[in-house]
């Protein structure tokens, strides 16, 4: 259906050539709609993104257990019992969050901004993905597409943070599967080196974007 929806958009917006950006789980719809190859596509930023939810769970469940012992615990005890909506496993949960979601203290209004609204309206992301990042109970729990990357045929970025939950390991899976994409780590950054190395972040999409476009001719994508 998102698939559907990218390719709807672009028809009623007149769009045939484009560059796509996805972040995040933006990047898995991204992905999912660059291995149609549809025509006019030039290219393809892919941030902060898996190519698996079992490689994600896999390094999430790493990086989890560099947790102190006692927030370890505490996320255990209230999955284990079905209390994730109970407010000391949303604290623990956000240690997590201030070490692989975004390193910045204090966090930038925007982001505050997007959590309030999921908290508010949880019902996509519980129903996609489940009650915390880590905790898979959704739709997206099986979902993978390592199989397919070798159709993506347009130049592609792929970025991430050191300390992303989205893992250097994740995105270097991206990059050896699409041929001749870039990989970029951002040093400083989690998952949202957008927000955290803004900067240095707008500087290299720009001159990718700069270099296709100085290489790639209209339609031919």
Known sequence: MYVEEIAA?????????????????????????????????????????????????????????????????????????????????????????????????????????????????????????GPSEFHFTGTLREWRIEDGLGEIRVPTLVLGGRYDEVTPAMTETLHRGISGSEWVIFEQSAHMPHLEETELYLETVNAFLARVEATTQPGLA
């Open 9 to 129: 958009v672009r028809q009623a917006l007149g769009l045939h050539d484009v560059h796509l950006f996805g972040q995040s789980w933006g990047g898995m719809l991204a992905l999912e709609y660059a291995v149609t190859r549809p025509l006019g596509l030039k290219s393809l930023i892919l941030a902060d993104t898996p190519a698996s939810t079992a490689q994600f769970v896999a390094e999430l469940n790493r990086l989890r257990a560099e947790l102190p012992l006692e927030v370890q615990a505490t996320l255990a005890q209230h999955e284990a019992a079905g209390t994730t909506n109970e407010p000391a496993y949303q604290e623990a949960v956000m240690v997590f969050y201030r070490r692989h979601m975004c390193r910045l203290d204090p966090w930038p209004d925007c982001l505050n901004r997007t959590f309030a609204g999921m908290a508010q309206w949880p019902e996509v992301y519980r129903t996609m993905w």
